[in-house]
């Protein structure tokens, strides 16, 4: 069996640079060794092989799912999506759970929500004003989690809404420090890994409070939210429905999964939009004329650019040969979202801000991967180009933006974010 090259260190310290340098851990990688490299880090120790070639990353997205467990690839996410997550399970169990989730995203689905989504849109926009330096990262934080809670949850009572909006900020609120209490369970018991998971049964039970309140209600066949839907789901055939544990964990999933990712590709775009006026003034056009069809294409190439997930994990239940690799069963295979949306075969002039490729260009297969790929690419990703679409609309319909600062990237809550948090300047219109 061969794997990529990759250093000799201790997986102790290799687990260390990877949770507190996660970046320059990885840009001195492919310095070193190139595009596909090998780390080891606890638990376990995992041995993780990263590739990024496109013909690469199709065998593993092509692969069958009885060899290439994502479920286990994500066990770390465990303790707080918890068992019965459509992002941890693998084979029948994650098939029966993406059947019973798929129509509440699908296109009808989607276009229920929009109205909704431009309404909580519309009401953040009204609170900002002309000349205002607005911290971008704070505010599309805070409208991605209202449309999670009352688009997702469906929660639309005050009081409910008053007691989740901290809690949750606080479970998202994920650091280097708190996310070394997700692999060491022992950790647990102390300071502010206690705190956190005491946090986390506060919001489960506020949770399976709104669950049973909704099995209770005698309109939930009309309701339109996410939840009300999910809870309609199954039934019949060969699909159980969802049990109040699994809505839990599906929930908390599309909370952790939706909230923060959005919020900032949302804040990379606008950062980006302000970064380059050319481009700016072809979006505040496209916004004006009502064509989504480039709004989103500048969120595309804002996730692109600005990749939220550095990578996917695949852990090996059979030995598979991937690319010159022969990969023993047990390795965690790593398609790179950040090596592909970098590589000059698959994207010309990659560090350049160009949203037009998404409409004149042949983007190829397994090339764009902010939703991952093959049959376990994201539920979610429809909701989330819809809901980023509408938003950029609303605010370039009513301003333009400016920068004066260069951006850069840090890791927060195990997403990239803007480490500045993008501030522009808002030009009404």
């Known amino acids: 069996m061969t794997l990529p090259p990759g250093p000799r260190w201790p997986a102790a310290v290799q687990t260390v640079a990877f949770l507190a340098f996660q970046e320059r851990f990885a ?14 880090i606890h638990p376990g120790p995992r041995t993780i092989a990263t590739i990024s070639a496109p013909e690469q990353i199709r065998q593993v997205f092509g692969g069958s799912p009885r060899d290439f467990h994502a479920g286990e690839g994500n066990q770390v ?3 707080v999506m918890g068992d019965h997550s459509v992002l941890l399970t693998d084979e029948d169990e994650h098939m029966r759970a993406r059947k019973l989730l798929m ?14 989504v431009e309404t909580l849109a519309k ?8 000349g205002q330096r607005l911290v971008t990262h704070d505010r599309m934080n805070a409208l991605t989690l209202e449309v999670i809670l009352q688009v997702v949850f ?9 007691a989740l909006r901290p809690r949750i900020r606080r479970m998202v609120e994920i650091g280097p420090v708190m996310f070394v209490g997700w692999i060491f369970p022992r950790l647990r018991s102390y300071g502010p890994w206690r705190r956190y998971f005491d946090n986390q049964a506060a919001v489960d039970r506020l949770m399976y409070a709104e669950i049973a309140a909704r099995r209770e209600v005698s309109d939930l066949a009309t309701r339109t939210d996410v939840l009300s839907r999910l809870l309609q789901a199954g039934g019949d055939g060969d699909l159980p429905p969802l049990t109040d544990e699994e809505l839990r964990d599906q929930l908390v999933t599309l909370l952790l999964a939706g909230h923060e990712t959005t919020a900032s590709a949302l804040s990379w775009t606008l950062y980006e939009l ?12 496209a916004a004006d004329a009502g064509d989504d069809e480039f709004v989103e294409a500048c969120l595309k190439e804002g996730m692109r650019r600005h990749p939220v997930i550095d990578s996917v994990v695949r852990r090996l239940t059979t030995p598979q040969r991937v690319g010159p690799w022969d990969l023993p069963a047990g390795t965690v295979v790593s398609p790179s ?8 075969a698959n994207f010309p002039e990659p560090s350049r801000f160009r949203p037009r490729r998404f409409l004149d260009d042949d983007i190829a297969a397994h090339t764009w991967l902010p939703f991952g790929g093959g049959v376990r690419r994201c539920i979610g990703a429809g909701f989330s180009l819809m809901e980023g679409t509408v938003v950029l609309k609303e605010i370039l319909t009513r301003y333009r933006v400016t920068v004066d600062t260069e951006e850069v990237s840090t890791v927060r809550n195990i997403t990239h974010v803007p480490k500045g948090k993008a501030v522009v300047t808002l030009h009404a219109r």
């Open 103 to 116: 129509p509440a995203f699908n296109g009808a689905s989607l276009r229920s929500y929009r109205g909704l």
């Open 154 to 162: 469906g929660v639309t009572d005050a009081r409910t809404l008053g």
């Open 27 to 40: 840009r001195m990688l492919v310095r070193r060794y190139g595009a596909a490299y090998t780390i080891r």
């Open 77 to 79: 996410l465990r303790p």
């Open 337 to 344: 979202i950040a090596g592909a949306h970098f590589t000059p």
């Open 274 to 285: 302000g970064a380059n006026p050319d481009v700016q003034e072809e979006a505040l056009r």
């Open 123 to 130: 009401e953040e926009v009204d609170r900002w004003h002309d």
